[in-house]
T-cell receptor, first 115, second 114 residues
Framework: ELKVEQNPLFLSMQEGKNYTIYCNYSTTSDRLYWYRQDPGKSLESLFVLLSNGAVKQEGRLMASLDTKARLSTLHITAAVHDLSATYFCAVDMENYGGSQGNLIFGKGTKLSVKP | DAGVTQSPTHLIKTRGQHVTLRCSPISGHKSVSWYQQVLGQGPQFIFQYYEKEERGRGNFPDRFSARQFPNYSSELNVNALLLGDSALYLC?????????????FGQGTRLTVV
């Protein structure tokens, strides 16, 4: 069974601190996505990681992909309150009998940044 | 540029009823996927359509069906609604290109079954 596991599922941080969210997946895939979701809202695309060793940064967020370890990380630097949201990673099912563009999501990491 | 649009945004239905949800993809995108997101969980894949053909189906009962029209818009139909069908239904639009498939999501339809 294809699994995408995120940890932690809940994360409470102080402003200014650093932390990493982990995303493990159980099949070979060279495409991994990170999304942000605010309460009651839809999914906002943050990063698309397309190859082993890919690293992308946007503001205080940096995502990386290790396809050999089947691991992606989302690193938060000097957290601010505006980053409070739920973060999802997703893997493309193309290498698991699915079709390109069919995504399997993790359960999400609910991040709360407190002053 | 208009993003992915879904209608309606909110819907309340009674158990046993039927519902139709609609999605218009980003202009130029030929792939539409549907996801169900139950409160507190990640989205679960229901269907993908590309060029009006079904390309993938998730683990959902036959009460769920979908189709894509010549203009690439899509409908998701759910028959015989159950309380457990209450969820946020998300439509994603993709430009299927070699090596890259980024999915852009609509604002969702919040379905409540009572």
């Amino acid at each position: 069974e294809l699994k995408v596991e995120q940890n932690p599922l809940f994360l409470s941080m102080q402003e200014g601190k650093n932390y990493t969210i982990y995303c493990n997946y159980s099949t070979t895939s060279d495409r991994l996505y990170w999304y942000r979701q605010d309460p009651g809202k839809s999914l906002e695309s943050l990063f698309v990681l397309l190859s082993n060793g890919a690293v992308k940064q946007e503001g205080r967020l940096m995502a990386s992909l290790d396809t050999k370890a089947r691991l992606s990380t989302l690193h938060i630097t000097a957290a601010v309150h505006d980053l409070s949201a739920t973060y999802f990673c997703a893997v493309d099912m193309e290498n698991y009998g699915g079709s390109q563009g069919n995504l399997i999501f993790g359960k999400g990491t609910k991040l709360s940044v407190k002053p | 540029d208009a993003g992915v649009t879904q209608s309606p945004t909110h819907l309340i239905k009674t158990r046993g009823q039927h519902v139709t949800l609609r999605c218009s993809p980003i202009s130029g995108h030929k792939s539409v996927s549907w996801y169900q997101q139950v409160l507190g969980q990640g989205p679960q894949f229901i269907f993908q359509y590309y060029e009006k053909e079904e390309r993938g189906r998730g683990n959902f009962p036959d009460r769920f069906s979908a189709r894509q029209f010549p203009n690439y818009s899509s409908e998701l139909n759910v028959n015989a609604l159950l309380l457990g069908d209450s969820a946020l239904y998300l439509c994603a639009s993709s430009l299927i290109a070699r090596g890259l498939t980024e999915a852009f999501f609509g604002q969702g339809t919040r379905l409540t079954v009572v």
